[in-house]
């Protein structure tokens, strides 16, 4: 019996698990090597020699950052939104249910800081900060960042404290 339970909980993590990663929110990644050669087309996809002045001087460049950032932007501010709205939830959905709503949510914060982290949005951002205009995207991007590490420190501890707090909800599903 005891090797049942153990094996169905392993099930429903992986299924879980399996879940999460499907509601990952994926960027759209900035074409950097495009912008770094000047053409629009058949441009070398390596990005190792792309430097921010090397892309300041392609006029298409910075607007076409600002835009992506924007999107980035917008995407990033609703998903940190999402759990300051009331959730509707049915009356009957249990601990467990709050523990999935948290893990889905740090899986999708941490796909956002990963990709943030890569060479080519740091370019993208490094461009706009550099260009210097009268950019109004970059200081709401800026404002964001601190949320996005607000927003991934709240979740880690959230789910810190739910999983502690697993093993005695556990009896309330198995009976």
């Known amino acids: 019996k005891d090797f049942m339970q153990g094996?169905?909980?392993?099930?429903?993590?992986?299924?879980?698990?399996?879940?999460?990663?499907?509601?990952?929110?994926?960027?759209?990644?900035?074409?950097?090597?495009?912008?770094?050669?000047?053409?629009?087309?058949?441009?070398?996809?390596?990005?190792?020699?792309?430097?921010?002045?090397?892309?300041?001087?392609?006029?298409?460049?910075?607007?076409?950052?600002?835009?992506?950032?924007?999107?980035?932007?917008?995407?990033?501010?609703?998903?940190?939104?999402?759990?300051?709205?009331?959730?509707?939830?049915?009356d009957d959905v249990g601990p467990n249910a709050e523990l999935e709503f948290w893990r889905t949510r740090q899986a999708r914060l941490n796909s956002i800081q990963k990709q943030l982290a890569t060479r080519e949005c740091k370019l993208a951002i490094g461009v706009l900060t550099a260009a210097r205009r009268d950019s109004k995207v970059v200081p709401i991007w800026k404002g964001l960042e601190s949320s996005i590490t607000d927003a991934i420190n709240e979740t880690k501890d959230t789910v810190k404290y739910l999983t502690t707090l697993e093993k005695y909800t556990e009896p309330l599903y198995t009976g």
């Open 7 to 90: 094996m169905g909980k392993f099930v429903s993590f992986i299924n879980q698990t399996v879940g999460r990663m499907h509601s990952v929110v994926e960027l759209r990644k900035p074409d950097v090597a495009r912008l770094a050669s000047g053409s629009t087309a058949g441009a070398n996809k390596n990005t190792t020699g792309v430097t921010i002045s090397l892309l300041l001087h392609n006029p298409e460049s910075v607007p076409y950052f600002e835009g992506l950032l924007d999107e980035w932007a917008n995407t990033t501010e609703r998903l940190i939104k999402e759990s300051e709205s009331a959730r509707r939830e049915p």
